[in-house]
T-cell receptor, first 114, second 114 residues
Framework: KQEVTQIPAALSVPEGENLVLNCSFT??????LQWFRQDPGKGLTSLLL?????REQTSGRLNASLDKSSGRSTLYIAASQPGDSATYLC?????????????FGQGTTLQVKP | EAQVTQNPRYLITVTGKKLTVTCSQN?????MSWYRQDPGLGLRQIYY???????DKGDVPEGYKVSRKEKRNFPLILESPSPNQTSLYFC?????????????FGSGTRLTVV
């Protein structure tokens, strides 16, 4: 059974700091991994999609890496800003899934202090 | 703008009163799905649809119904809502489940059943 874990559950950093959020999954047979951002009580905004054949994706100050063999992904945020404060979720689609179900981690809640 | 639109955003209803949460996407996506998000339980799949007239149960389908008569619409129906269905609901769509395509989520519907 595929399980997704995100560590830490919460993180507080001063503005300007570079930071790394971690996501691990138990089964390396995945179609892809997607990072989302969720603001309190709001919807999920897709940040980055990494296909199973890729090692990383970049968008602006965000860089996500994928190591299937070790079951890990990291989301790197450069020069953090207070506007980055949100909950970050990673999710995978299992390679044997015929439901298209996204399996989510519990999220990392990030607070960036001015 | 490519998006998934859910309505309503907020809903308070009474036990047993039938309700429908609408979901519409304008991206010609074949795959659509419903999730609920609860504290401590994360996001769980309720139902999904691979294409028009093709729907199937996810992990927590009890108390819900769906239909997919048109490609763009995927309503979630609660025929007799109960307090344990109080939750934050998300509709999501994808060009194809898994593979090279990510998922787009709606803004969410916060449902309270009293």
């Amino acid at each position: 059974k595929q399980e997704v874990t995100q560590i830490p559950a919460a993180l507080s950093v001063p503005e300007g700091e570079n930071l790394v959020l971690n996501c691990s999954f138990t089964d390396s047979a995945i179609y892809n991994l997607q990072w989302f951002r969720q603001d309190p009580g709001k919807g999920l905004t897709s940040l980055l999609l990494i296909q199973s054949s890729q090692r990383e994706q970049t968008s602006g100050r965000l860089n996500a890496s994928l190591d299937k063999s070790s079951g890990r992904s990291t989301l790197y945020i450069a020069a953090s800003q207070p506007g980055d404060s949100a909950t970050y979720l990673c999710a995978v689609v299992h390679g044997s899934s015929n439901t298209g179900k996204l399996i989510f981690g519990q999220g990392t809640t990030l607070q960036v202090k001015p | 703008e490519a998006q998934v639109t859910q309505n309503p955003r907020y809903l308070i209803t009474v036990t047993g009163k039938k309700l429908t949460v609408t979901c519409s996407q304008n991206m010609n996506h074949e795959y659509m799905s419903w999730y609920r998000q609860d504290p401590g339980l994360g996001l769980r799949q309720i139902y999904y649809s691979m294409n028009v007239e093709v729907t199937d149960k996810g992990d927590v389908p009890e108390g819900y119904k769906v239909s997919r008569k048109e490609k763009r619409n995927f309503p979630l129906i609660l025929e007799s809502p109960s307090p344990n269905q109080t939750s934050l609901y998300f509709c999501a769509s994808s060009l194809s489940p898994g593979g090279n395509y990510g998922y787009t989520f709606g803004s969410g519907t916060r449902l309270t059943v009293v």
